[in-house]
């Protein structure tokens, strides 16, 4: 089934796009889902947290590629992009969310052309402006990540994401099938029971879950600097621990220090909370560290950019079939050369 | 004489000696030992990248089969300079004073600002700049600044640690100072915070600039910040940011 197709049966309204670098291929990617789109006659609103749209990539100043949008588009942008865009839009509200690049607004387009495309940067003025393209009348909303930021695809916030890889992330293909599959486990971890989800929803804190179901709060500012006072309470008759807001290295090797973490359940609230360095991730894992989500993130797919702008290449065919073999349950498209065939 | 020749806006081109005459300098390193074949090797380079008369101005041997070059060439290219158009913040700067009037008038408490040179990053100049009581170039820093609270962290501060402090300290703004490198790591250290700031919810209820030599509005907005300060920044650009956001947002 092609990815707009699946979108539409699943009933998902907003799609993030978030890439594990710089350059991975989200606008290629986001261009891609703009074409299944208008090919299937489906309303799009698109933004940006970012910059999308500009020419030269303001980092690397290599060439980027252009977004074209068509009539009866909506499109959340900040003011001061649109002077730079050659489609003509019709302005159907000032949001009153302010970003760097000036206010956001929200706009039909009236006639087709390229455009560039700064929406909010923080999370929370996204959801707003996601749920206002869906009120002038798009069918789905396409939120464009920022270099390697992924807090748009919190399950909070869109329904399903796509992630880019490419090789960009490394020289070393293993090394990008690595972190492509540590960026997808990390959005598919397990969801954990509902009675114990109803527990933790009714806490809404770092807390320690006896066999009892009783939940025990650590006097604690933030679970970051907090490991060494949740460890300690972590006892033969914990089950389960969940952590509220961001998990890092540091967090979980005090955590890892005590003994009884090994028979009990890591509960996190996504997998964009997930800082930590992936080797030790993955040793914890391999040794019986069991981490479960209060919500699981929809990876639709993962779209592969086989180029790197900084001078090398990998054999398309061999990285997409390679990136099938660690992902066997994930859709694998090369929207750069191939596009979604099936 | 003749009044100085003007150069015609729409067709704009490097300048060495003579209005127009595309003179541009650059070096490189190229990675073949010293001698007459890297030297042609660098011309040919010169030339195929656009340039006319390619010429070796001088050349090193770096050892190890490296050899440095500085290179002339003639730029055949113009650009229309009157046809630019490049976002800007426009805002009114205050002075020192006008800043503390307005926090007294406007806002009725002390703000806390937290600051800090993130991740591997140790250059400290542009933080210090702003943030320290002798302040830079005439301008005093936050420090000096009465009914601000300004906390230097100083340099190579984890992204975990400068979230924790601003916890502790209820700050209202975070000034992240970097420098960002050709080989754009510190990109991934400053989107890091962006990153953990939203897991812990509190993106939202905290200004948060950055700063540094490559940074401005166009790729703080890029990379999740509210603003971007550059070169020629001073420490009443960011408070004045900083002051209006707090009132702007109702974080009084």
């Known amino acids: 089934m092609r990815l707009i197709e699946t979108i539409k049966q699943n009933n998902y309204e907003t799609v993030s796009i978030i890439g594990l670098a710089k350059n991975a291929g989200k606008t290629v990617t986001l261009n891609y889902l703009i074409e299944e789109a208008i090919n299937l006659n489906i309303k799009t609103g698109i933004t940006s947290t970012g910059r999308d749209g500009e020419n030269t990539d303001l980092v690397t100043k290599i060439q980027k590629p252009a977004i074209l949008v068509t009539e009866g588009m909506y499109v959340a942008t900040a003011k001061k992009t649109l002077m730079l865009s050659t489609a003509k839009a019709e302005i159907l509200e000032t949001t009153g969310i302010s970003t760097a690049m000036g206010e956001v607004i929200i706009i039909r387009v009236r006639q087709k052309g390229n455009i560039q495309i700064a929406g909010p940067v923080t999370a929370k003025d996204m959801k707003y402006v996601a749920e206002r393209l869906k009120h002038y009348g798009a069918e789905v909303v396409f939120i464009d990540g920022a270099i390697d930021r992924k807090a748009v695809s919190s399950p909070a916030i869109t329904d399903a994401c796509v992630i880019a890889t490419g090789a960009v992330l490394s020289r070393d293909m293993k090394k990008v099938l690595e972190k492509t599959a540590h960026a997808v486990e990390c959005c598919s971890l397990t969801g954990t029971d509902e009675h114990v989800k109803n527990i933790v929803r009714k806490v809404n804190k770092t807390c320690i879950i006896s066999e009892e179901g009783k939940a025990v709060v650590p006097d604690i500012k933030t679970s970051i600097t907090g490991g060494k006072k949740i460890s300690e309470m972590i006892d033969e008759k914990t089950t389960h621990v969940f952590i509220k807001g961001a998990v890092t290295s540091a967090l979980l090797k005090e955590l890892w220090e005590n003994k009884y973490l090994r028979g009990i359940k890591l509960i996190i609230e996504d997998g964009t909370k997930i800082f930590t360095d992936i080797n030790m991730w993955n040793e914890m894992r391999k040794k019986g560290l069991k981490v479960e989500a209060m919500n699981t993130i929809n990876v639709l797919a993962v779209t592969l950019n086989p180029i790197s702008p900084e001078g090398y290449f990998f054999d398309s065919e061999v990285l997409k079939e390679n990136m099938k073999k660690v992902l066997p349950r994930i859709k694998i498209v090369d929207v750069v050369s191939g596009g979604d065939e099936d | ?252």
């Open chain 2, 1 to 252: 004489m003749e009044g100085i020749q003007k150069a015609d806006l729409t067709k704009i081109k490097p300048y060495g000696d003579t209005l127009n005459d595309g003179m541009v300098q650059m070096s490189f390193t190229l990675p073949v030992p010293y001698g007459d074949e890297a030297s042609e090797a660098a011309k040919q380079l010169v030339s195929k990248m656009g340039f006319e008369s390619p010429a070796v101005v001088f050349s090193k041997d770096l050892g190890v089969g490296y050899t440095y070059f500085i290179m002339y060439g003639k730029c055949t290219h113009t650009v229309d300079y009157t046809n630019i158009e490049v976002p800007k913040i426009t805002m009114e700067y205050m002075e020192r004073e006008e800043v503390e009037d307005y926090i007294k008038k406007n806002i009725k408490r002390d703000i806390v600002i937290v600051g800090a040179c993130t991740g591997t990053d140790a250059h400290t100049v542009g933080i210090d700049a702003i943030m320290n009581m002798k302040g830079f170039d005439g301008n005093y820093g936050l420090e000096r600044y009465k009914g601000i609270e300004a906390i230097n962290m100083g340099s190579q501060v984890p992204n975990e640690e400068i979230i924790a402090k601003a916890i502790e300290v209820k700050a209202d703004a975070i000034l992240v100072s970097q420098v960002v490198t050709q080989k754009n790591v510190h990109i991934a250290n400053l989107t890091q915070l962006v990153e953990m700031m939203e897991a812990e919810g509190l993106r939202d209820k905290i200004i948060l600039i950055c700063g540094g030599p490559r940074l401005n509005h166009e790729l703080a907005q890029e990379l999740g910040y509210d603003a971007g300060f550059g070169t020629g920044s001073y420490a009443n650009h960011v408070a004045t940011f900083v002051v209006n956001q707090i009132v702007e947002r109702n974080m009084i």
